[in-house]
């Protein structure tokens, strides 16, 4: 920004003579350097018994920006424009620290682990020894436990204006599940509109891995109603059905014929409500589905893609899992605190979970998700913004 010149008859000089190019120049100077964020880091900057929690802010040069604190490293904010050029913060979740500590299974923005998704009767048998975890969702053991990677303290490795590496040892035996694992977790916000995450884990005794994010998104802006109005299209020729707990049957069944087609696309709140046998014990989709996969090793693929027509915004979602979870907040209800004082109505954002499948270790037709001493577990996800007009 421009030094102001401390003397007032040269600026009203200035403005007698007419130098409004230069004012008009230095004006947008100051539009392009504005912070989206509404948050104050203050709320976030606390030294807890496990470390020290932060506040983050990435942005690009496109003006796409995300706040992030390494509290569940978990994601604030994330501003992306719409076809006019307005700037939405598109993602839920609190304006500070207490909420999210307060918040119990509240997974807002937050990476998830050690398994993600659900696992029957919270338990799993791995070379003969059957392993208890804790039965935090009716029967079942949901995403690890309830202390699980979105409510733990992760060490930062390094952090810039682009990029944020994180770091969390999870020790054997915590919640139940075996081996010392070591968890590197990468964000990074690209000059390509692409919000990047990748995992990277190491064990030092066999164990189960399943990690993803749990970024609840709302392209007309985060509390600005229900997601009814997304556009969404899935590249999978299968989905994985569940019985009344939300537990895979083991079934890889078609889409072909059912609401859960979505190879070509459709609103999510076209066919939410059918008298549809899956979505009547879900509420609404809150299902795994298969990816039409070309590449089996770690190359990202897409996945998914969602559009609001009214305004243009569109996620793409790449990934080098088998899976992705769509969750359409059917157990959300209006009742949540969140930022802005704002109200997340049932349904109020979509969820795509990259992920292997859920229960699978239960599951013996599912693809594998056990790690051995001296692999590496690696997962790439990429949400991809852009606008359509």
């Not at 018994?49 to 904010?77: C, Q, W």
């Not at 409510?151 to 390094?158: D, F, G, N, P, S």
């Not at 066999?206 to 997601?227: A, E, R």
């Not at 992920?355 to 270790?361: A, E, R, V």
């Amino acid at each position: 920004m421009k030094t102001l010149v401390n003397f007032m008859g040269m600026a009203l000089l200035a403005f007698a003579c007419g130098t409004s190019s230069e004012n008009t120049k230095q004006q947008t100077n100051e539009k392009s350097e504005q912070m989206h964020s509404k948050l104050d880091p203050k709320k976030f900057e606390r030294t807890l018994p496990e470390g020290d929690v932060r506040f983050f802010l990435l942005k690009n040069k496109n003006r796409l920006e995300m706040t992030v604190t390494n509290y569940g490293g978990r994601i604030l904010e994330l501003f992306t424009p719409d076809k006019d050029g307005n700037f939405e913060d598109i993602n839920l979740g609190f304006d500070n620290l207490d909420d999210y500590m307060e918040a119990g299974g509240g997974y807002f923005g937050a990476p998830i682990g050690r398994y993600g998704n659900r696992i029957a009767n919270a338990q799993f048998t791995l070379d003969g020894k059957t392993y208890q975890l804790e039965a935090n969702n009716g029967p079942n053991n949901l995403h690890g436990w309830p202390g699980g990677y979105h409510a733990v303290v992760w060490e930062v490795l390094e952090s810039s204006d682009q990029l944020l590496k994180l770091k969390y040892i999870s020790a054997d035996g915590q919640a139940g599940f075996p081996g010392n694992l070591t968890v590197i977790m990468t964000y990074e916000l690209t000059d390509d509109n692409e919000f990047k995450i990748g995992y990277e884990a190491e064990t030092d005794q066999k164990t189960i891995v399943n990690l993803t994010h749990h970024g609840f998104y709302n392209l007309n802006g985060h509390g600005n109603g229900n997601v009814h109005n997304h556009l969404l299209t899935l590249n999978a020729d299968y989905f994985t059905p569940v019985n009344e707990v939300l537990i895979p049957t083991g079934e890889i069944a078609p889409v072909a014929g059912t609401p859960m087609d979505f190879r070509t696309p459709h609103l999510v709140g076209d066919r939410i409500d059918d008298d549809y046998p899956q979505l009547k014990i879900a509420g609404g989709y809150d299902h795994n589905w298969v990816l039409n996969k070309k590449d089996t090793g770690n190359k990202p693929e897409l996945a998914a893609t969602v559009v609001v027509p009214e305004n243009g915004r569109k996620m793409e979602v790449f990934t080098s899992q088998p899976g992705v979870q769509i969750y359409t907040g059917n157990f959300m209800n209006g009742q949540s605190k969140s930022k802005e004082g704002k109200i997340y109505e049932k349904r109020g954002a979509i969820c795509l979970e990259t992920q292997h499948f859920p229960d699978s270790p239960n599951q013996p037709n599912f693809p594998s998700v056990v790690l051995n001493p001296g692999e590496t577990y690696q997962h790439v996800c990429i949400y991809k913004f852009s606008v359509e007009p």
